[in-house]
């Protein structure tokens, strides 16, 4: 995209709308000696500007004086974009009843569905969905809607999601999938809605760990009370480990005691190492200790 130097007065324009001084607008509006979608040098318009800053006053005028909800920035990101992004319901509302496109992506694929779900912006999510936003639709790494809503810990948007049809198990690129993230990061309130909606609890990502391993190792013991009922495999992954190991290799006490008493104490994992003398290599004494004073099955 080829973008022409901004003029004083195309300045004081994306100044007004970021401001939003809607009386400035419409005074150099009426100049005529500006356009409606003048370009910034990273392609961004007044209705951009005023959208990102939650100003539904410019926003509604810009839009009747016939602002472009279709030009994006350089990075591909939109007016709707942003006010996803921002939370901003009613000019969401006031873009799209202007023709805003609701799945138009930005170079990285994010949709302003996307962002809204970064941001847990439910009202907004709600509004998007309602008006037919893809539930499935992914970046370029393959990650869903819902994957971002569970990476963030957003329990509710991940519900509002998957009542609207998103996949439970749509992986990234690394075969991660939105349970498999939300207990890496401990959000075990996500973890227990994708459970409750049939998210499949030993999905493993390219490295070999499933949902139950991140979480163990991570220290997560809430994220691994809420997989324990859903019988997660507690013997040897493909990374060679069982979850207990996880546990014991860094330090997590809680979790070992919850994995201790269901996988046994004892187990060895692929070199041969029981989670003791795994937890004693790392330094981990407690822990150690913890597992040596457990008796054998």
């Not at 709308?17 to 009386?23: I, V």
């Not at 795994?278 to 822990?287: F, L």
């Amino acid at each position: 995209m080829s973008l022409k130097k901004e003029s004083r007065t195309d300045v004081q324009f994306h100044l007004a709308a970021l401001r939003g001084d809607r009386d400035r607008l419409r005074q150099l509006l009426d100049t005529g000696k500006v356009h409606i979608d003048s370009r910034d040098r990273d392609g961004t318009t007044p209705l951009i500007l005023s959208a990102a800053m939650g100003h539904a006053e410019c926003v509604a005028e810009l839009l009747a004086q016939g602002a472009d909800p279709a030009c994006c920035r350089t990075t591909g990101t939109s007016a709707l974009f942003f006010a996803a992004q921002g939370g901003f319901l009613d000019i969401a509302r006031l873009l799209l009843d202007a023709g805003a496109a609701i799945d138009a992506p930005s170079l990285d694929g994010g949709t302003p569905l996307f962002v809204a779900c970064q941001c847990g912006h439910l009202p907004v999510v709600e509004e998007l969905i309602k008006r037919g936003a893809d539930v499935n639709s992914c970046m370029k790494d393959r990650a869903t809607p819902l994957f971002i809503a569970a990476q963030n810990g957003h329990a509710s948007v991940c519900v509002t999601l998957l009542r609207a049809g998103a996949r439970p198990d749509r992986a990234r690129a690394d075969r991660a999938t939105p349970l498999w993230i939300a207990a890496q990061c401990g959000h075990a309130a996500a973890a227990r809605a994708l459970l409750a909606a049939g998210a499949a609890v030993d999905a493993v990502r390219q490295d070999g760990a499933t949902p139950l391993f991140k979480a163990a190792h991570k220290g997560h013991s809430a994220v691994v009370a809420e997989l324990l009922p859903y019988k997660p495999n507690l013997g040897i992954l493909p990374n060679g480990q069982t979850a207990l190991h996880g546990a014991a290799m860094f330090g997590q006490l809680e979790c070992v005691r919850q994995l201790a008493r269901l996988t046994g104490p004892h187990v060895k994992n692929a070199a041969g190492l029981t989670p003791a003398q795994v937890a004693t290599a790392a330094r981990h004494g407690a822990v150690a200790a913890y597992l040596q004073q457990l008796p054998r099955a």
